[in-house]
């Protein structure tokens, strides 16, 4: 089983900043790419920001700038630094992992979620 586990959101005024963090577990034999997705009420989920193992991280255009993506491939974690926030970031903020398992199965796994919430 694999299980992704995220931490940091709360409430922040608008122009503060959080940092979120996302930890993979379980039967993981490597990590293809691991992201950040976000889902206010009344729309669609969408992505925040995605790191690709070896490649270009890519960013909505609404967070270019100010957020930031990053991993720890050692720790089988994924960090989201967010600066400069809008009421409009508020949201939950899903973590998602695209990995091996260790029977070498790929599969696609999401984070329970954690709120963040940007007061004006």
């Known amino acids: 089983q694999v299980q992704l586990v995220e931490s940091g959101g709360g409430l922040v005024q608008a122009g503060g900043s959080l940092r979120l963090s996302c930890v993979a577990s379980g039967s993981i034999a490597g990590i293809l790419a691991m992201g950040w997705y976000r889902q206010a009420p009344g729309k669609q989920r969408e992505l925040v920001a995605r790191a690709p193992g070896g490649g270009t991280s890519n960013y909505a255009d609404s967070v270019k700038g100010r957020f930031t993506i990053s991993r720890d491939n050692a720790k089988n974690t994924v960090y989201l630094q967010m600066n400069s926030l809008k009421p409009e970031d508020t949201a939950v903020y899903y973590c998602?992992?695209?990995?091996?398992?260790?029977?070498?199965?790929?599969?696609?796994?999401w984070g329970q979620g954690t709120q963040v919430t940007v007061s004006s």
């Open positions: 998602n992992a695209d990995l091996l398992s260790l029977n070498l199965r790929r599969g696609n796994y």
